[in-house]
């Protein structure tokens, strides 16, 4: 409702610069809809012909008199012609829309609102029509239900009556449900159109059982009419919803005296989960009911860190008793569905190979308010890695990663889910490359790599693989109280090549000839793996990873090392 009323001034604004397209655009719908019922009425009128019963009403006199093969066809003509004024009108409100919304964002005066502003206000500004435009036929078509039908369009008011009250009622007793049910209002809106006519077909059932059903024309004719209206009220609902969560960019692009100001960010049950009230009491539950852990008497103190833009928050816990003395630590990383599988690939690798990897105790993962989260014993006593601490580490760490070998149960998982590097590697395109090249010499490196490129495949393909952290930063890195280091964010790990993710350098040859070293000591390689294919699988990798981004000149940068 209170959309309803915001848009008001913007209907107003509308009028006053474009009232030509207002009007046309309202009658192209109103064409479309009357398109539309013609091509659900007529070809039940075409089977009546066709069954050999009594000859079709509320045909004009002219073609009732006409021979039954001739109306035969009339009526068949008449369908494919409804359908074609149908999508004639849609595309004609397109078009009035593209022109209606350029004329009123030029009438507006305003520049540099926002990123894309030309397409919200082409799609607001349509909305904002189609909206009126489906308002109209709606009322139209209740107005001819009146006269066709008048109990099916009481029918019909009940239910676009008692589903509001419904659900403003649901929402009374239940607050959560109001973020549930704005975010499938499109199922919703299809239930209500679906609810709405089995409701109208279930009354004309129950008035032919009483032999109080009118003529069957008008109760076809009726039944159709009821269906287009509950769909163009659903349509209003939606444009509606639409323009609410745009409102203040299209209030800036239409209402002159309103300036852009973005709006706060609204805040989603995976955010009121943090909230400190609702986040210790759940995390009680966790770490009592589903891990068993005793906490009576205790309180916890809570430190947040933020990943994965938002969508990961680690909880590191502090468990104190009651005079303060801390007992034992916890991690607890909170998942947001947008990272349901980085949740569901970091549990696959700690549930199966947690023994052999430098991380945090491993104890599990539950679900909360149904999202993912995995808890961790961590030492309070261990601490985020700086910078010199991190540069220091990162080297046995990779080390550590290269000589971990995952279950083949695990391998033949992600081999079925993710393409390898060498896959990934034949969608490379050369002639991008060959136009970000800067002279000649690097040209003909790039001409070269292209013909040597099946060659290097075949060389990396051949290769044990090894697990990767493709953003193995310092956040992610604690160092205990023994020096030794762990990694506490699995999320996103890869199988790579044996030496894919090596940091590029001038000692890259020496680095990975130590690293197969330590690594073969711990793992057993194949015989005949050498530093220089480890080293040819980090510079494959960097440059998958530079194609990726489309930094098609760095990529170019790196052919000359891959041919060495």
């Known amino acids: 409702m209170g959309a309803a009323f915001a848009c008001l001034p913007i209907y107003r604004v509308l009028m006053t610069h474009t009232p030509g397209h207002v009007v046309l655009v309202v009658g192209a719908a109103l064409v479309s809809q009357v398109g539309l019922?013609?091509?659900?009425?007529?070809?039940?009128?075409?089977?009546?012909?066709?069954?050999?019963?009594?000859?079709?009403?509320?045909?004009?006199?002219?073609?009732?008199?006409?021979?039954?093969?001739?109306?035969?066809?009339?009526?068949?003509?008449?369908?494919?012609?409804?359908?074609?004024?149908?999508?004639?009108?849609?595309?004609?409100?397109?078009?009035?829309c593209e022109r209606g919304a350029r004329q009123q964002w030029r009438a507006s005066e305003k520049?540099?609102?926002?990123?894309?502003?030309?397409?919200?206000?082409?799609?607001?500004?349509?909305?904002?029509?189609?909206?009126?435009?489906?308002?109209?036929?709606?009322?139209l078509a209740m107005a001819a239900l009146a006269v066709l039908y008048p109990a099916l369009l009481l029918v019909s008011l009940l239910w676009c009556a008692l589903v509001p009250l419904a659900l403003h009622a649901s929402i009374r007793w239940r607050p959560g449900l109001a973020h549930d049910l704005r975010s499938s209002l499109n199922r919703l809106m299809s239930?209500?159109?679906?609810?709405?006519?089995?409701?109208?077909?279930?009354?004309?059932?129950?008035?032919?059982?009483?032999?109080a059903l009118p003529p069957l024309q008008a109760v076809l004719v009726a039944l159709i009419l009821l269906r287009q209206t509950l769909q163009q009220i659903a349509h209003v609902v939606l444009h509606a919803s639409a323009l609410d969560r745009q409102r203040s960019q299209v209030q800036a692009l239409f209402l002159p005296g309103v300036q852009w100001q973005a709006p706060a960010a609204v805040r989603s049950p995976f955010d009121e989960l943090l909230e400190p009230e609702r986040r210790e009491q759940w995390m009680f539950?966790?770490?009592?009911?589903?891990?068993?852990?005793?906490?009576?008497?205790?309180?916890?103190?809570?430190?947040?860190?933020?990943?994965?833009?938002?969508?990961?928050?680690?909880?590191?816990?502090?468990?104190?008793?009651?005079?303060?003395?801390?007992?034992?630590?916890?991690?607890?990383?909170?998942?947001?569905?947008?990272?349901?599988?980085?949740?569901?690939?970091?549990?696959?690798?700690?549930?199966?190979?947690a023994s052999g990897l430098p991380t945090f105790e491993w104890l599990g993962s539950a679900r909360v308010s149904g999202y993912a989260c995995h808890v961790m014993h961590w030492n309070p006593q261990a601490?985020?890695?700086?910078?010199?601490?991190?540069a220091r580490g990162i080297s046995a760490?990779?080390?550590q990663l290269m000589a971990f070998e995952l279950p083949p149960g695990l391998v033949e998982r992600y081999r079925r889910s993710r393409a390898l590097l060498p896959e990934r590697l034949l969608q490379v395109r050369f002639d991008a490359l060959a136009e970000a090249v800067a002279d000649k010499s690097q040209a003909d490196d790039i001409e070269t790599l292209r013909l040597a490129w099946p060659a290097l495949l075949q060389?990396?393909?051949?290769?044990?693989?090894?697990?990767?952290?493709?953003?193995?930063?310092?956040?992610?890195?604690?160092?205990?109280?023994?020096?030794?280091?762990?990694?506490?964010?699995?999320?996103?790990?890869?199988?790579?090549?044996?030496?894919?993710?090596?940091?590029?350098?001038?000692?890259?040859?020496?680095?990975l000839d130590h690293a197969l070293t330590q690594a073969s000591a711990v793992r057993a390689l194949p015989p005949g793996v050498t530093a220089r294919q480890a080293e040819l699988a980090a510079r494959l990798h960097e440059f998958e990873r530079r194609h990726a981004r489309q930094n098609y000149q760095g990529a170019a940068n790196m052919a000359a090392g891959l041919l060495r």
């Open 37 to 96: 019922l013609l091509t659900l009425w007529l070809p039940w009128k075409l089977v009546v012909m066709l069954s050999g019963t009594d000859a079709p009403t509320l045909l004009p006199q002219a073609v009732s008199a006409l021979p039954q093969k001739t109306q035969v066809l009339l009526i068949g003509g008449a369908i494919a012609a409804a359908y074609v004024l149908h999508l004639a009108a849609e595309k004609l409100i397109d078009w009035l």
């Open 111 to 139: 520049t540099g609102l926002f990123n894309n502003q030309s397409k919200t206000a082409r799609q607001a500004y349509q909305r904002l029509l189609r909206s009126m435009a489906s308002l109209v036929f709606a009322c």
């Open 191 to 211: 239930g209500f159109v679906q609810g709405g006519f089995f409701c109208a077909l279930a009354y004309v059932v129950w008035q032919y059982w009483r032999d």
């Open 285 to 353: 539950e966790v770490l009592r009911t589903q891990f068993g852990l005793p906490l009576d008497g205790t309180r916890l103190d809570v430190q947040t860190r933020t990943m994965a833009a938002g969508h990961i928050k680690a909880l590191f816990v502090k468990v104190l008793d009651a005079g303060g003395t801390l007992k034992q630590g916890f991690l607890l990383k909170l998942f947001d569905h947008a990272r349901d599988a980085a949740a569901q690939q970091e549990t696959d690798l700690l549930d199966l190979g």
């Open 383 to 390: 601490h985020r890695t700086n910078g010199v601490e991190y």
């Open 397 to 399: 760490l990779r080390i």
């Open 459 to 511: 060389t990396v393909r051949a290769m044990p693989l090894q697990l990767v952290l493709p953003e193995l930063s310092s956040n992610a890195v604690y160092r205990e109280e023994d020096g030794s280091f762990r990694i506490h964010h699995w999320a996103g790990w890869r199988l790579e090549p044996l030496g894919a993710g090596w940091p590029l350098s001038q000692r890259i040859g020496m680095d």
